[in-house]
């Protein structure tokens, strides 16, 4: 059974910074490429960041410079670090596996306000 465990969301004011951390089993983790996604209220699943297996990373253009993701393939671990967060970045953030299939996590919440 294929299990993505998100943790590390919650309550943030504008500038701050939070890590999120997504947990894998169930796959043979280092053969997936591993992304965020995000989706604000009453708006579509958007693409925050990609990783593939090899380790290369591709960012969505309102998260450039501000976002980093990152995998540890020992710890079956994918992870997004957000700095200078801004009130727009407010979303549900999934984490996602993709090879032959796409696996999805449950959500984390991230709201960015004062």
């Known amino acids: 059974q294929v299990q993505l465990v998100e943790s590390g969301g919650g309550l943030v004011q504008p500038g701050g910074s939070l890590r999120l951390s997504c947990a894998a089993s169930?796959?043979?983790?280092?053969?997936?490429?591993m992304a965020w996604y995000r989706q604000a209220p009453g708006k579509q699943r958007e693409l925050v960041a990609v990783i593939t297996s090899a380790g290369s990373a591709n960012y969505a253009d309102s998260v450039k410079g501000r976002f980093t993701i990152s995998r540890d393939n020992a710890k079956n671990t994918v992870y997004l670090e957000m700095n200078s967060l801004k009130p727009d970045d407010t979303a549900v953030y999934f984490c996602?596996?993709?090879?032959?299939?796409?696996?999805w996590g449950q959500g984390t919440q991230i709201t960015v306000s004062s």
């Open positions: 996602n596996a993709k090879r032959v299939l796409d696996y």
């Open positions: 169930g796959i043979v983790f280092s053969f997936y490429a």
